[in-house]
């Protein structure tokens, strides 16, 4: 399975609103599913330019981007995320 | 301790980004009305018992944000905001305190006790019952606390097997070392202004965020749009950042100072320089007080320290150092280039604010959540400014200043080596650490004697961490700390 790959914006408007925090969210996941996860953070990806995009923090999980983000919805969605590569992956196999 | 980001501090952040958009727009009196009707808007879920309820305290955030204190506000909230905002815009100076408790906001938490729960198993040995120094137990299938005899000394808790026993806290009250807050006759908390430190704990332990710093943000666009407008004429405004403010966000010194003076700023000073100042002379002042035979000076840097050593550690008066902070001495670097500019110090400190009002060097302090605002309003993004060249940079010692430890290295970094130097930290002035602060005070009063290895050079930050954990800093402390060794790792040897 590739690596489920987790970028947090380290704009200044996504620092503000607190993405510091979620640049830890290794420490959170379990440790099973935090081997199959890339987290990294990222220059400005602009999404705090349109009013239309929700608030910062912005947190993009294999191109998905989830705003007003915080650890627990995150990790939530990195394991949700897990979990339906592996049902897929098994499925393909059989 | 609540954890640095969570909703009460984001509102306050938001609430802050708003304030500024309109400062900057020129709209502040006609726009503040709205922004707690856009904040709860009337089909949103509220916190509280009704949307209603939430405007109100959006409302009190907001007064507090233009930098009044709640506690004066009109009883039946006839005033309007935009009053409020022509207040804000028409004051010379910021008011003191710095610090307001929301009435409405703050929920009267139920005096600090401890509570038998349903996982009591009403057991035979009965640990609690037969281990309370004052018999306010008793066992009924169920044990009950007897609350007229109770002293909360917690015995029953670390004796219950089953975890039955909790302990119901007042955050704010159990936070502050120096016991400060108390209930007034409606059970809502009140800071007593003659105890308070200005540590910022109770700030930051409060789960309904019921305390909060006033705002100096409106002066300061104010100032700076002033000057906009009257061109050449007009006093420049100037901006001074802590050394913990180069670790709260992802960039170079150099992209810090363009963003700043992208945000309405003439020119950008380090404190870390006045740092390198005030450790040169710190240095000097250690050996000249050994030489004469003192037992232990203290760093002064820290003013919730040195304001608990006033207050309440008077023991340990004669040691403080009397040498300035890198505030001071970077605010003296400024006025001496150009005497009229204003002096906006920018940090992650509560105390600094209450420090800024009493030095007449400095004009504003602005805390990190409120220039981040100011750059959210101006849609500046720290990382995107290229690299401006520098001159004056500061030691490595001096960038150090932000974390325990770093201003005892700054100091011992410039002795000549004539006096033995024992340096030690207080790590947080906590409960413990006033405790620690309490015993220096008597060994220096020589009611505890003197090792040959007690330190001599004492370090106090009354922040855990030091100052990169400040009570108003945005970034995660541990990520501070990364971003600060890169900033330090960068200054001059």
Known sequence: MDKIKVTVCAGTACFVMGASDLMLIKERLPPEVADDVEISGCPCIEECKGSKNGRPPYVRIDGETIHSANIADVVARICEIRAERRTEAARAQS | MLNLNNNATNIKRDILTRIARLALEGRLREGVFYIPSDIAPKNAKPFRCCVYRDREILRMRVIASLGISTEDCDENGERPLSDYASEALARESPTQPILTVLHEACNACVRSHYMVTNACQGCFARPCMVNCPRKAITVDRHASIDADKCVNCGLCLQNCPYHAIIKIPVPCEDACPVGAISKDETGKEKIDFDKCIFCGMCMRSCPFGAMIDKSQLVDVIRRVMEKDA????????????????????????????????????????????????????????????????????????????????????????????????????????????????????????????????????????????????????????????????????????????????????????????????????????????????????????????????????????????????????????????????????????
């Open chain 2, 230 to 493: 009257q061109g050449g004429e007009g006093r420049r405004v100037v901006a001074m950042y802590a050394p913990a403010i180069a670790a709260q966000f992802k960039a170079s010194p150099g992209q810090l100072e363009a963003a700043l003076k992208a945000a309405g700023f003439d020119a950008v000073y380090e404190v870390a320089r006045g740092a390198d100042v005030c450790a040169e002379k710190e240095a000097a002042e250690f050996e000249e007080r050994m030489g004469r035979g003192d037992k232990m000076m203290t760093s002064s840097c820290c003013p919730a320290y040195v304001r608990a050593v006033r207050l309440h550690v008077p023991a340990l008066k004669g040691c403080v150092s009397e040498t300035k902070t890198p505030m001071r001495y970077t605010a003296e670097l400024a006025k001496s280039d150009d005497s009229r500019c204003v002096t906006v110090f920018i940090g992650p400190c509560l105390a600094k604010k209450r420090e800024g009002i009493d030095d007449p060097l400095v004009d504003y302090v602005l805390t990190i959540e409120e220039a981040g605002a100011l750059f959210i309003a101006k849609g500046i993004d720290v990382a995107s400014f290229s690299e401006e060249a520098r001159e004056n940079v500061p030691t490595k010692e001096g960038r150090g200043f932000a974390r325990t430890g770093g201003v005892a290295r700054a100091v011992e970094s410039r002795l000549s080596g004539a006096v033995e130097c024992r340096a030690t930290a207080v790590n947080g002035l906590g409960k413990s650490g006033m405790k620690t602060l309490a015993m220096f005070g008597m060994m220096n009063e020589g009611k505890i004697p003197l090792k040959a290895d007690s330190p001599n050079l004492i370090e106090v930050m009354a922040c855990e961490g030091g100052c990169i954990g400040g009570p108003l800093v945005v970034t995660n402390p541990k990520v501070a700390g990364a971003l600060l060794d890169e900033y330090v790792e960068a200054g001059a040897d």
